[in-house]
């Protein structure tokens, strides 16, 4: 798999959620399985503005295993979160259709060769 500064792979169950990212704080993850060795396949990609705990807990029951990291603010997690979709295999592999968007803010994809980057338009 692609190096991340993720964390895990952990089960995607609320206590362990809570236990291993239970402040309140944005970030970046990723919602997949893994195979008979243990090592985590990504199958969705997303980022949390303000509250990863909170977004995590609502995916249980939804995939198996989670991967996930904190980041300092807004930008950097949409930042992070392009960067995992681009090294996750981008829509061809990942249940994410469309590439990560910001309309709020207008931040565009730190990937030079992505068509989301700000000097493709
Ligand atoms: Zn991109």
Redesign the pocket.
């Known amino acids: 798999m692609p190096q991340t500064n993720l964390a895990g792979p952990y089960l995607l169950a609320h206590p362990i959620i809570n236990n291993e990212f239970g402040q309140i704080a944005g970030g970046v993850y990723a919602l997949g399985t893994t195979n008979s060795r243990g090592a985590f396949r990504a199958q969705y990609i997303g980022r949390a503005d303000f509250d990863l705990n909170e977004q995590l807990n609502d995916w249980v029951g939804s995939y198996q295993y989670f991967e996930a990291e904190f980041v300092p603010d807004a930008q950097a997690a949409f930042e992070e979160e392009?960067q995992l979709?681009?090294k996750f295999g981008?829509n061809e592999l990942l249940d994410n259709k469309i590439?990560?968007i910001c309309t709020e803010h207008g931040w565009r994809?730190?990937?030079p060769e992505?068509?989301?980057?700000e000097t493709a338009q």
């Open positions: 392009c979709y681009h981008g590439h990560p994809c730190p990937i992505c068509p989301y980057n």
